[in-house]
């Protein structure tokens, strides 16, 4: 008892100037009654030699003294235990120490409070201890916080450079931008481009004492970063950093934290109270976490710096950047003049969700233009390798652009980064403060932002909404407010109990029954109840109870916990269940179905297989037992190669198991899906879930396999899985983990960056020599991107149609879909033989009917076209992994028959353009010269959805060798097998990705 008596006195002591020492709070408050002088703002203090206790001697301190002791000294709690031990027993020692705590509490001295668990211990900062940051300089140090000193200590800079010459502050302007490029785009650090400046200043002011014309231009030129930074706007952050509680997340404004005594800036501790209603009155005193930490720096300067940062960016300024972007607002309301068929989802816009919002509590809001509705998503990364350190990012998208500009950099709001090295345990609702405050604003009254729509400058009120929450399993829980999956009402969906057994026990998911749907009004009333307990062990029985917590987003009137958070199709059933099956079922260490050898062979069948350029990265390390798969990587195992490889391998039952889960996957990841389909996928997945119950028992049974009964819901509420999935987001996190440089303050390093990179890309450049430099840059974000948008969503909805053989194909849908493909270089022009040219006017014939007249044979050939950012290529071409496709376009010998059941693999020759003159009037088509494959006896001996085809066989030449572009369905993949020892190919089919 002693030593928890010494080691929670030292948490409890404080500076005292009379003694010049730390003391325990009840000889300070004696010594600020007797010593301190409140006239004066001073204290009497001993003389060195003197004891503290005492001495008669006094000099007087202002409040300022930092002479701090670091060697912390027990002064009563040491001499009343050392005089303990030497006269008492061990009896008199406990009952003395016992009426000593005692006395301290009744005049209300002191309270131990013990941390609730190991890790918050952990968590609790050591006093008075200072860290050596002797590498970093004040300047640097006051880029990330600047504490309030004298004005003559703040630093100050300016940029000396004056012209009145607009040719040489634009050539300036260029050599900035050009070198801050390089900077951001090009991983230079800092030290390389100090160098690089350095010796670029000197050698112009060489080179303007040589040429006097060029003085003018090397006197504008920076020669610090600091210098380029603030040329170009970028030295000062455009985004909050709140200082952070390490033990209980609450956070605060930097200077809310210290207080100033004298010319001395102190600490403060956390004054975050959990339960200020508590019965007991432990439980209702403040954290009491130091929120600052002292730092020595270069010169022996000492500063205060958080223990944790949290960087948080204004939505408002970021919408508002965003709305005053050239085509922006256009994009926004574009989705109003989409044509998308009935019974058919293509985007967010078909969902639900959408369509029940467009008034929100009699409120007009989507039905009304320059209204948002915004998708966040939470997500966590390390940015460091082999550390463990994990940093929550916030990203918020809006759902009003379409798919194909929705997740552009450009376009992507990075609302906060929460710090490491751990996440946070239960909820953010301390860090969803600030981000809640403005979704308020941009609710209740909106903002008002000037645009330019046709050249025109617009002034409009804009408000926005957040209905949609996209992300894993545990990081919805934390935004929605639920209790953990593996909980007894662990499902966020769903009433359903799962049989969580005794302690230890193996919680039971299986169970694949329909179950009463939770729902919003009932979800915000158990948390109330909840909310109104005082203690924490009465709320964590109705927590228990009914699987809920109190989450801050429920602040928004409109917000529903329940259906606006859905199941991530990513971490749901590729990382989820697929992953799951592999690697815990076939490949569990006490019984294998699938052994080395075997893997072994299945990389080499991969490793045969051909794909497209466009597919990325191919799964490696399968005989490590699928070591390190990327999300990516899960995703092509599972819906291309996972069937065509475990064939022969797994038994009969389970492979057939496996491919209901393939073809659910296959069916419901479609960019674009018909409700059709959606049930057929939804029926799949389900009679795939009872079969795996059924043959590996309840025990294997995973919440993720649960959650596939609600997979179907969240598609028809929001639309196909495209629109909310978590891959773009997986994307960012890979993006902001490279832009960690050093171990100090990742966070804030991680923001400016990525930060910084966007405003480089809307930064506007000068007028003057564009023609000269813009080479040099990339895309200009401002105008490019946005202003290339599809508005009119009608061809590609027809495009769609044609290209699975539905539809007719005839001059007016060649024309209006002609301009969604763009040829790729090099052009050349070219002739084709007679019997080219017959062929080409059967096919024209069989297209068009006897408006043809006279078909040319002279051809303008290229090399791959573009839909959409998908890539067709040609066999003789760079693009020859893309020139493999499929269609439903030829028959047996040659002819044209698009009435057959599933499409024909072909492989792409040539693409070549013309003009016919159809009824007098010139029309453009693009032509493919495809040669296509025969069909082979054992067709299904994979089943769905591999087929397999001759490999070097192929159909005769006739008019179906020449495909308008707009036919072609899609690519596929070509593996290569033995069947009947024939070597034969084995086709998987990789549908276009049409965005609606």
């Known amino acids: 008892m002693c030593d928890k008596f010494i080691e929670n006195m030292d948490h409890k002591r404080k500076y005292c100037p009379h003694c010049d020492n730390e003391v325990v709070m009840k000889v300070y408050k004696r010594h600020r009654r007797e010593f301190f002088n409140d006239q004066s703002n001073t204290w009497t203090r001993l003389d060195d030699e003197s004891d503290c206790e005492s001495s008669d001697v006094p000099t007087m301190i202002d409040l300022g003294d930092d002479n701090f002791n670091d060697n912390l000294r027990h002064s009563d709690a040491n001499h009343l235990i050392e005089d303990s031990s030497s006269n008492f027993s061990a009896g008199d020692v406990k009952k003395n120490l016992t009426s000593f705590i005692q006395g301290l509490e009744e005049e209300d001295q002191v309270h131990f409070i013990e941390p609730e668990n190991e890790e918050e211990n952990l968590c609790t900062p050591e006093r008075n201890k ?176 958080p223990y944790k940062v949290y960087c948080y960016k204004s939505i408002i300024e970021s919408l508002s950047s965003l709305i005053q972007k050239n085509g922006f607002v256009r994009s926004c309301e574009s989705w109003r003049n989409r044509h998308s068929p009935l019974g058919v989802l293509s985007d967010v816009y078909d969902g639900r969700i959408w369509k029940e919002h467009q008034n929100i509590n009699g409120k007009a809001f989507l039905s009304e ?92 009120k804009f408000h926005a909404a957040l209905l949609s929450i996209v992300a894993d399993v545990p990081a919805t829980r934390k935004l929605c407010g639920f209790v953990g999956h593996m909980a007894k009402k662990g499902c966020s969906k769903c009433e359903k109990e799962f049989n969580t057994g005794n302690f230890g026990d193996k919680v039971d998911c299986s169970g694949f029954e329909s179950n009463p749907n939770r729902h919003n009004l009932k979800h915000r009333s158990q948390v109330g109840e909840v909310e109104q ?289 763009e040829m790729v270089g090099p052009f050349n022009l070219d002739f084709l033989d007679e019997t080219w040219v017959s062929n080409l006017k059967d096919m024209y014939t069989s297209v068009f009917g006897e408006q043809i007249c006279k078909v040319s044979g002279y051809i303008k050939t290229c090399v791959a076209v573009k839909v959409m950012g998908d890539v067709i290529g040609s066999e003789h071409s760079r693009h020859r992994r893309s020139s493999l496709i499929i269609a439903k376009w030829c028959g047996n010998g040659g002819v044209i028959d698009i009435s057959s059941e599933s499409p024909r693999p072909g492989i792409v020759e040539f693409i070549f353009s013309q003009y016919l003159n159809i009824s007098g009037k010139p029309e453009l088509v693009i032509i493919a010269k495809v040669r296509w494959f025969q069909k082979h006896p054992a067709r299904t001996y994979f089943g769905e959805p591999v087929e397999v085809w001759c490999r070097e066989l192929y159909e005769l030449s006739g008019p179906a060798s020449f495909i308008p572009i707009q036919r072609i369905q899609g690519k596929f993949v070509a593996g290569f097998d033995k069947v009947a020892r024939e070597t034969v190919m084995c086709v998987i089919p990789l549908p276009l990705k049409l965005y609606v």
């Open 533 to 821: 307990m005082t203690t924490m062990t009465a709320q964590n029985r109705l927590i228990s109870k009914y699987g809920v917590r109190y989450t801050a987003l429920m602040k928004l009137p409109y917000f529903d916990c329940v259906r606006f958070h859905v199941i991530d199709p990513l971490h749901n059933l590729f990382l989820g269940t697929g992953k799951h099956i592999m690697k815990n079922v076939w490949l569990r260490k006490d019984n294998p179905r699938i052994s080395k050898e075997q893997l072994s062979l299945i990389q080499e069948k991969i490793d045969s297989t051909k794909v497209p350029s466009s597919m990325g990265r191919m799964p490696l390390k399968i005989a490590s037992n699928f070591g390190g798969f990327t999300a990516d990587q899960w995703k092509h195992w599972i819906v291309l190669f996972s069937v065509f490889s475990l064939k022969n391998i797994l038994r009969n039952k389970e492979l057939e198991m496996w491919r209901l889960f393939v073809q659910a996957c296959r069916l419901l990841c479609s960019p674009i899906i018909s409700v059709t389909n959606l049930a057929k996928g939804h029926a799949l997945l389900m009679e795939f879930c009872r079969k795996f119950e059924k043959i590996y028992g309840p025990n294997l049974v995973t919440p993720n396999m649960h959650y596939h009964t609600h997979l179907v819901d969240c598609i028809l509420d929001y639309g196909p899985v495209y629109s909310f999935w978590t891959f773009p987001y997986e994307r960012y996190n890979g993006i902001l983990a490279e832009h960690c440089s050093s171990h100090r303050s990742v966070e804030i390093q991680i923001m400016r960056k990525f930060l910084n990179e966007q405003f480089l890309h809307s930064v506007s450049r000068p007028t003057e020599f564009q023609c000269n430099f813009n080479e040099y840059f990339p895309l200009d974000r401002n105008c490019g991107s946005l202003a290339e948008t599809f508005h009119d969503q009608k061809p590609v909805v027809q495009l769609g149609h044609l290209s699975q053989g539905n539809g007719e194909l005839n001059v007016g849908s060649i024309g209006q879909t002609v301009h969604l493909f």
């Open 369 to 460: 233009p320059h209204n948002y509705a915004m998708q966040l998503n939470l997500d966590w990364f390390s940015p460091y390798k082999h550390v463990p350190y994990s940093v929550g990012a916030l990203y918020l998208v809006t759902l009003n652009l379409p798919r194909a500009e929705r997740y552009k950099k450009e376009n992507v709001i990075i609302i906060g980064l929460l710090p490491g090295p751990r996440e946070p345990n239960l909820n953010i609702n301390s860090f969803l403060g600030p981000f809640l405050e403005e979704m308020q604003i941009l609710w209740n009254d909106g903002i008002v932002c000037t645009f330019v729509d046709c050249s025109k400058k617009v002034t409009s």
């Open 130 to 305: 200072v860290e050596i940051w002797d590498n970093i300089n004040e300047t640097e140090l006051n880029e990330d916080f600047r504490e309030q000193l004298d004005s003559s200590e703040m630093f100050i800079s300016a940029y000396d450079g004056d012209s009145n010459d607009p040719t040489m502050l634009a050539l300036a302007n260029w050599f900035c931008l050009f070198l801050s490029y390089l900077w951001h785009f090009h991983t230079l650090s800092d030290a390389c481009m100090s160098l690089i400046l350095g010796f670029l200043g000197t050698f112009f002011t060489v080179l303007g004492h040589l040429f006097p014309s060029v003085s003018a231009l090397s006197v504008l030129l920076p020669r610090t970063l600091y210098k380029l930074k603030q040329s170009l706007g970028l030295n000062s952050d455009k985004f909050m950093k709140y200082v952070v509680c390490p033990k209980c997340s609450a956070i605060y404004k930097f200077e809310e934290c210290y207080k100033c005594i004298g010319r001395r800036n102190v600490p403060i501790e956390c004054p975050y109270v959990r339960f200020p209603h508590h019965t007991q009155r432990k439980q209702r005193q403040p954290c009491g976490t130091l929120l600052l930490k002292e730092v020595e720096l270069t010169g022996d300067k000492k500063r205060l710096y």
